[in-house]
């Protein structure tokens, strides 16, 4: 009994020290790979203590490697865009431009009354309110509501109300995402010319580069505060 009560312990100190070092994502919150890992090594660490003629190693070992192949997906994420798109999808619009993508909704097997629900949590209980809703790949919704629908602040007294739009990552780690210039109608001169413009001698030293909301450029260079003019 005793050494159940001993392995337990080890157990359970051990996945929490693992779960700590993969990052502070909440459950909620974890990409589709980081929740096989976390499945996994919940599955792993209550074998041994259910079983003691199991090796606490025998779980410990194969935690530890989940560990690492966590830690190294994530490193390829970071540096690679394609590795993100296969590995974690990218986010589907579900609302653009106050209409509902019905397609887009029924390819996420998502339908309306699951959607209503996501609105009415996020505090929209209007569809008409809605000028985008993005289903992000951890499950979130995100909104942008129709710029009248935004609470007022002291800079919207007396200025004219205009339509914001979503952002559009141009460089992300130093890479030119060069389908988003395309969306945006632009080549690779017109961001260079933005960069000199910014005094920044090329995107390899770009951390994130964006055409935010307001239309306006901001970026964060590798290793400094972020900036936005």
Known sequence: MLILVIRTFFLYFAVIFIMRMMGKKQIGEL????????????????LPMQD??????????????????????????????????????????????????????RYQRFNINDLLEELRLKGYFNLSDVQYAILETSGELSILPKTGQCSATKDDINVPITQESLPVPLIMDGNINYKNLLLLEKDELWL?????????????????????????FYYQLKERKGKKV
Not at 34 to 46: F, N
Not at 52 to 81: C, D, G, M, N, W
């Open 31 to 46: 990409e589709p790979f980081e929740l096989v890992i976390a499945l996994m090594i919940s599955d792993l660490a209550t």
């Open 52 to 105: 003691i003629r199991i090796p606490i190693l025998h779980a410990v070992i194969p935690i530890v490697t989940l560990l690492f192949l966590q830690v190294s997906t994530s490193y390829f994420e970071l540096k690679s865009e394609v590795a993100r798109r296969i590995l974690t999808g990218t986010p589907s619009i579900l609302i653009k431009d106050g209409k509902i993508d019905i397609s887009e909704l």
């Open 192 to 216: 260079d010319d933005i960069l000199m413009k910014h005094r920044i001698s090329s995107a390899r030293d770009v951390f994130i580069g964006m055409i935010d909301s307001k239309n306006k």
